[in-house]
């Protein structure tokens, strides 16, 4: 049965792109870092929407399951399996074009496969921005992002990749392709469907192509890090921007110190300022002129208040990448420093000051030696709650123990990492029997056969 | 049967929120242009979501539809029938309390049942703001701009109502209660179902809350009307005032000299400025200084290239209000000016100056004696293509020209009004048979027995 499956495979997408070999698979059954490797019978790679379609047709009369799969740069094991039955990797990588870019209507239709970074570099040549960005944005895929809605540094201001997807093009299991590339920015003619695939971590169609919203490049960016003596300093001061800068502030990451002291430690990149308890990178855009008579203001109320202490605002372009720069070590540097157990926690972000406060202390009063590496996005309410934890420590005991504060402080155990499979056991424990149910139905209703991503999500 | 069924109804929301009088229903029963009468055996009050359960279960075993309802404002007939077959009216409006507003974490729990306009306030009395602004805005009620997705003159910076919604409380035909109160700006745990409801119509599932998100209360506002020769000049001062605002740009409205030329006789409302054959009215907000600058800058530039001719920025509160109230004015100013054929259409915004020139010389050419009167949000893409006909026009005809246009243009029949039972034909002109088969399927799985809103949307 396999041999006449994948010679059916080469058939429709070409001998050289059916990989078997385990050594051409292994990029694709390996997460980015390392920690599970997934089997397939192939890596199947369509060069065009046509192709993803005669995949899945042939796939499900096959009985194959069939698991999309973009830049591979995902956090919960979404395309990675090990279980019983069949599956093909279906990799979206070669279909990357970037098909249109309108500076006028603010759209740009690209194919699936294209790099996220590709996409941003595109829109600022064209003097516009495309706002998603995160740090796998070099391998990270546009098929990949919606799938997963992904977040980044910019949600504050401009949304999680949903609020960017303008149309999208669609392959169900069964083959039926849905042609929904439209570059409108309002359009209430039946359901919206796209939004039922965003999201849906590859489980309810295969999206071959995307038109995307793009906004106006600003003319004027502020980047801030700011020592803050705790997170309720740090809330205090988001609050006091928003009135000074509205929504123009893109950007507002809380970091702890010891955050910070592991980037030094292990990259050599030091704040340029004392060390502290906690810090935040804040950054503002606008085209106004104003933004830098607003932040002195913003940062002289701050210290008279007491909500930060010391701080620099970037002089120039290249210091704002050094600021930045150690943001984007931390996970890193996390890595470098040994094993982590790692949460992607949301939580009302009034709450946020509290529920640090209590889930750090009751990790470490059950788990001593544990030490923390909360970092992120305060301004979402998502911060990256890691544990660094000595050998032999029970993972799944402390992913019970935070998500546990977390669900009790109306909160999410997937900020924007997604489900995967690895958060399935968690997601049960947040979401109700009946909303469970439902996305179930939804899924029976577009893949009756279970051949997208089976295992992902929930089962 | 139906004797029984009226008193269990009493029985749940108590007798006094029961109406079967005609004068009683009447109301709920006629929409707000007088144009369209519904029927139904009673209209039903509740006022707790548990109440909206109890109903919907007894209505799904007596065999009664329900048609949940807001304020009533639509504009596409989601809530009015007249068919066979025997239904209630679900009128969410005793459920209209503003359950809790954060103005830390911008956020906002209210009831389906909360006017729009005392949602705006609240937010205002609170320093922040909710962006939803639409004329209907008296009237409209939260459940309803979520069960329509409204659109209104700000989503050019902050998008559809969908943009707005964190969380929701729903309950399904079956009477299934879905807790989806959060307020999470980052959930990305299993399918976000709220999308799924949010723009629905009334036909998947019945809002009883929300949770709204808010912004910070931006601290300046320019609001200015230009003369403009014709949509491609408005197009290219929208792109200059992308460039020197960014999207500090709130709306971008377009409207036809004969429109204002309505508003003043109807009225007695003038433009500040010289009569022209089309004008633009540019909202800006922003919390930055430097706002009334960068506009100076905009309109000496627009000036000078050509793009507008005479215009005046509002000086005061008090003038921005005179100049939206032009603007505010065209739709009341139509009715009284006589019948009209309205359309509500989008098209990608840079096609739109085409779409209007072939559009206004089609429909001049086939309906002599037929005025035009468009006007709306070029920012969007989305205008009223609205037509003034000579009595005994075929108005079925006039639609199906301009829908045609429009679907030629890669656009929507409905860009914001939604599809009720007044678009269903034009929706199967425009969206595929795979598309609609979808629609049913999600429609089918989660009601099965057919009880919401029967007859709106799709058959």
Redesign the interface.
């Known amino acids: 049965v396999s041999e006449a499956f994948l010679d059916t495979l080469a058939a429709i997408v070409g001998p050289a792109h059916v990989l078997c070999q385990p050594a051409d698979m292994l990029p694709f059954l390996t997460d980015w870092r390392g920690q599970r490797r997934g089997s397939a019978l192939a890596v199947v790679r369509p060069g065009q929407m046509t192709e993803v379609a005669a995949v899945l047709r042939a796939a499900g009369a096959a009985g194959v399951a069939v698991l999309p799969q973009g830049g591979n740069t995902g956090l919960a094991y979404g395309t990675l399996d090990t279980g019983p039955g069949q599956r093909i990797i279906l990799s979206l990588g070669r279909m990357d074009r970037i098909r249109a870019l ?6 740009m239709e690209v194919e699936a496969g294209c790099i996220l970074h590709t996409v941003r570099q595109a829109a600022l040549a064209a ?1 516009r921005q495309f706002p998603v960005s995160l740090a796998a944005e070099g391998s990270a895929t546009i098929g990949g992002i919606i799938a ?2 992904a ?1 980044g540094v910019n ?2 201001r401009h ?2 990749t ?2 960017l997807v303008l149309g999208l093009e669609v392959v ?1 299991a069964d083959g ?5 590339l ?12 796209k ?2 695939f ?3 971590e590859g489980t ?1 169609g295969v999206v071959t192509a995307a038109t995307l919203r793009l ?2 490049r ?2 004027h960016t502020m980047v801030a890090l700011l020592a803050v003596a705790d997170p309720a300093a740090a ?1 205090a001061l988001l ?1 006091l921007a ?7 502030i893109s950007a507002f990451e809380l970091m702890a110190g010891s955050s910070l002291a592991l980037v030094e430690r292990h990259f050599g990149l030091a704040a340029p300022i004392a060390p502290a308890p906690w810090f935040v990178l804040m950054e503002a ?7 830098a ?2 932040t002195d203001s913003v940062l002289a109320t701050a210290l008279e208040r007491g909500h930060a202490g010391d701080g620099v605002v970037a002089a120039s372009d290249a210091q704002a990448q050094r600021l930045w720069s150690l943001r984007e070590h931390i996970t890193l540097a996390e890595a470098r420093e040994g094993a982590s157990i790692k949460h992607d926690i ?6 946020m000051p509290g529920f640090l406060a209590e889930a750090s202390a009751a990790v470490e009063r059950a788990f001593p030696g544990a030490r923390l590496n909360p970092f992120g ?1 305060l301004g ?3 911060i990256h709650f890691n544990v660094l934890a000595p050998p032999g420590t029970d993972a799944a005991a402390v992913n019970d123990l935070v998500h546990g504060l977390v669900i009790a402080s ?10 995967g499979r690895y ?1 399935k056991a ?2 049960l424990a ?3 029997p ?3 149910a ?2 179930a ?2 899924r ?3 893949d009756p056969g279970g051949v997208l991503n089976p295992g992902a ?2 089962d």
């Open positions: 309108d500076p006028v209507g603010l759209t003097g997963a809605n977040g949600v504050l949304g999680m949903r609020a169900l039926t392709v849905l042609h929904g439209r570059a409108l920015r309002k359009d209430n003619a039946g359901y919206d469907w939004h039922w965003i999201g849906s309810l906004l106006p600003p003319r809330l609050v928003q009135e000074e800068l509205g929504d123009a855009q606008a085209s106004l002129p104003g933004l008579e607003a949301a939580v009302p972000v009034p709450a996005h979402d309410g998502n109306g909160g999410s155990i997937s900020a924007e990492h997604g489900i958060r968690a997601l947040m979401r109700s009946a909303e469970i439902m996305m139905r939804l029976a209703a577009l999500v929930f």
